[in-house]
């Protein structure tokens, strides 16, 4: 499919091809109205005809001009030129997740936290918008060269609610990221989602992905019966919390992994927290010294290790250097997992000096009977204190948690203390539902059984974001309106518009906008009504071209029309007597009713006025659009001795009522309109008028 030069809608002009699916191609286009690069996927012509691609290729716009997230791709239009059905998106400079995996391989675990952390939250909003993906994986993940992560191709995306649409004889998605319930062909839900964002994780943290096979039904079975391998196995530098995120997301049986988006995205952001604050204390591996296998020694200050309480498993992170990775690399990104021993080599210590490493003179060894005496008052002394605190830890009082959701911050840390509890804020965010100050989410969650004492994290609300002024849209086609608006951030949704009739706007113009224009400062994301007009209403009618024509001819469509005949001039000219020349109102033009059509036609020469032995024949066609949809696309097409072709298709509101005057030739005439892509009329007219 070569579309290079081509302009789509009047505006979109394709410049490069980007990329081709099994279901449509991908270009690089221009938008000549609002001056900017846009990416514009195209269906492929061979599944043009079939109404179910079509309407899943449509779907698929409306699922995802539906969400509006920084993380998430933006849908900007839709639309069909003759037999080409196109959707227009955001432009993303940068390239997919599953270039960087392949030129990289396995990503630091900070790097791949960071990124898990974006998908999670497009995976969030899409999912409180009803919104499943169902083909998540490092291919739809785009990555800017500002490093933002974006989500797309929402093409098998489904409503959370009702049935799940499924398509015999294929498998939606790709395999390798299946969730075993999607395998066994059954219902997926968000998380089924969750599921592939784990194994992305996974192959972001290992550079492969945990199953493969010589089929895709050798992979679909694997997610199903086989155990994930450790991602420590295959890669040492791989903290335990991020495995722990990982093997939750990637549990079989769904009640075992994370229930909500918003549940794996806190252990992501406490993930991504803790490996930032330990590359910041500058902890990074250096080499072992000989002998020491693939292991390194890691030196610098002790910093306290991953805190795991809002992890899965909530094991507690331990102090000291840790293992790095084969080889010994010189990324400090990674927690260190065990003390200096799990290197098998104490000695010689290392410190760090502008970047190397010197080692100290090695110190006098202990006799053997000294050494036993040593080792069995540590190991004494460990165990006592061990068990100090293990008493101590089962004497600590439990108490249940409250519930602090939807108080202030101040009621909500007075109401902890009076649990002897402690607060922490972990983030502040916009939320349009939940006032200013007000306690959005907490964990642990309400009426969990923790030790006095214990930290309660909450996450408190900012309120509505708000946007400083609605743009002006009045006059504006409603497309034009609807990016304006979605761009100023305000929710456009075709359901919210009202249409009707207008003798001084054209079709399709936006008559009346709420908000109005100028309107401010208003919340992000308020929905916006609009009032579109359907151009001249019931009682007029536009004036045909009657030029070339005969008299009688015109005189029959006036009647049809009910228009009347106005003065008819007669002037001297080689065409035959009673061809029209020239007419007014001009063609096109909106007139009322049983208005007069004055024509100029040839008076001298040629044949009879009335035009007799013509071949061409005048019908109006007439129709009505359905009761719903609100918005219907109305095609009218006619097969006459000249074959068949589509003479009319513009999108109506419901209830409309339309003429159009068609020409043909032959005998009959069929007529056949689609209304919704629906055949709701068919019939034949003959020459005769029958």
Known sequence: MNLTGTVLGGRYEIAQKLGAGGMAVVFRAQDTLLQRPVTVKVLRSEFAADENVVRRFRREAQAAASLSHPNIVGVYDVGRQDDIHYIVMEYVEGRTLKDLINERGSLPAEEAARIARQICEALRHAHAHRIIHRDVKPHNVLITTEGRVKVTDFGIAGAATGTTVTYPGALLGTVYYFSPEQAQGRYGDERSDLYALGVVLYEMLTGQVPFDGESPVSVALKHIREAVRSPRQLNLRVPPAAERVVMKAMAKEVERRYQTAGEMLRDLEALHRQLVEWRVKGRRPVSAPAGAGDRTQVVGAASPGLDDSTLPGGAVGRNGAGRGAAGGGDDGDEPPEDGPEAAGTPEPYADLDDGGVTARP????????????????????????????????????????????????????????????????????????????????????????????????????????????????????????????????????????????????????????????????????????????????AGTVVVPNFVGQNIDAARAILASLDLSEGTVTQVASDKPDGTILGQDPAPGTPVAVRSAVNFTVAGSGGSDPGGGGSATNSTVVSFRVPESPPVQNVRVVVTDSQGQRTVYEHEHAAGHEGRILVTWTGDTLRVQIYCGGVLIQDYTVDATGG
Not at 382 to 401: A, I, K, R, T, Y
């Open 362 to 537: 090695p110190r006098r060894r202990l006799s053997r009977p000294a050494v036993w005496l040593v080792s069995f008052a540590i190991f004494f002394a460990l165990v006592g204190v061990g068990l100090f605190w293990v008493v101590q830890w089962f004497e600590v009082p439990e108490v249940s948690v409250p519930n602090v959701v939807g108080l202030t911050l101040l009621e909500a840390q007075s109401t902890l203390q009076q649990y002897r509890l402690n607060a922490t804020v972990v983030a502040h965010e916009y939320n349009s539902e939940v006032p200013a100050g007000q306690v959005i989410d907490q964990n642990p969650r309400v009426g969990a059984m923790v030790k006095i004492n214990r930290t309660v994290s909450l996450w408190v609300s900012l309120g509505p974001e708000f946007i400083d002024s609605v743009p002006d849209v009045v006059g504006l086609t409603w497309r034009e309106a609807k990016i304006s608006l979605e761009q100023a951030g305000l929710t456009v949704l075709e359901s919210d518009f009202t249409f009707t009739f207008s003798e001084t706007w054209a079709r399709d113009r936006v008559i009346s906008q709420e908000p109005r224009a100028g309107a401010g400062p208003v919340p992000r994301g308020t929905r916006a009504f609009l009032t579109i007009s359907l151009g001249p209403q």
